[in-house]
């Protein structure tokens, strides 16, 4: 599985692309690029094979739209 992140703050990121990271690990800021008026994290996971994407349960929850998760 690959997971794929998006609108981290620029210049915040503290890891490499296609580097394994550990649960709890920080990985940058993040930011609200794009088409936003609040800060927030685009998760995709994905197939790396078929880029076909995959189901990711967060807290036991399939996350929807505008869905937060607070930890």
């Not at 620029?10 to 296609?18: L, N």
């Amino acid at each position: 599985m690959q997971v794929e992140l998006a609108h981290f703050r620029q210049g915040s990121i503290e890891v490499r692309s296609r580097t394994s990271v550990s649960i709890g690990q920080h990985l940058g800021q993040v930011g609200n690029s794009g088409n936003s008026t609040e800060p927030h994290l685009h998760i995709h996971a994905v197939d790396p094979r078929t880029g076909t994407g995959i189901p990711v349960l967060f807290n036991g929850r399939y996350p929807t739209r505008n869905t937060a998760f607070r930890r």
